[in-house]
């Protein structure tokens, strides 16, 4: 993609997180690598290397169901081209966010996930008690021809009191605060795949 395609693609997203908290965009990235990084998280699950994802961070680290139910694989470079170009197309979405709101974000984490149907992750935010470096959320959704009636919805909770339902529609990428906006995902009568990620500022914690 050359520089203009991708400042067009960046360019609400940007305007609407910083007036609002979140922002949307549909067709996010180019349709042949959504379809290569769905078939790749569907690879991943087939060979079992997805495990459960837990809540909480280092010693308070759990599995509960009751709380998240789906399964996760980290990316890291080097493992495809299809997640490699990912990861490239949401640095530039970082130094994009850093020139245009100030935010210093230092890096972006992020896994694969499967909701299977019925899974579900309760209302939260993205922030660690003890880690304040997570500081916009990036869901990036895997599933064709998504329907209303399927459920699995991510529902964010706006300021004002009003819900918003985003569907996990092939391509479309969710932004939000992730020290700021509660939200939660609602279980599916289908198998829901992602990429779920984080861009990170450095800590506060003075060393
Ligand atoms: O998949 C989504 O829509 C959001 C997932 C989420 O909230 C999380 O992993 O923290
Ligand atoms: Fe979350």
Not at 40 to 65: H, M, P, T
Not at 97 to 122: I, K, Q, S, V
Not at 166 to 191: C, I, K, Y
Request: proline share 3%; net charge negative; hydrophobic share 40%.
């Amino acid at each position: 993609m050359n520089d203009i395609d991708l400042q067009d693609r960046f360019a609400n997203l940007i305007d609407d997180l910083a007036s609002q908290g979140w922002s949307l965009r549909e067709l996010f990235a180019p349709e042949v690598l959504t379809r290569e990084l769905a078939a790749e998280c569907r690879k991943r699950e087939r060979r079992g290397e997805l495990s459960a994802a837990s809540v909480g961070r280092g010693d308070a680290q759990q599995v509960q169901e009751g709380i998240r139910g789906d399964r996760i694989q980290w990316l890291e470079p080097g493992q495809s081209a299809a997640c490699d170009q990912y990861l490239q197309l949401m640095d530039e979405l970082r130094l994009t966010l850093n020139r245009e709101l100030f935010l210093g974000l230092e890096d972006f984490e992020c896994h694969f996930a499967c909701y299977e149907p019925g899974a579900f992750y309760l209302r939260h935010l993205d922030r660690f008690r003890d880690d304040d470096r997570r500081t916009v959320s990036a869901a990036f959704y895997l599933n064709d021809d998504w329907q209303v009636e399927q459920g699995g919805a991510l529902r964010l909770y706006l300021h004002d009191g009003r819900e918003h339902d985003v569907m996990p529609q092939a391509g479309t990428l969710a932004l939000f605060l992730s020290g700021d906006m509660p939200h939660e995902v609602l279980p599916a009568s289908r198998e829901r795949l992602s990429l779920t990620g984080w861009f990170r500022r450095r800590s506060t914690d003075v060393l």
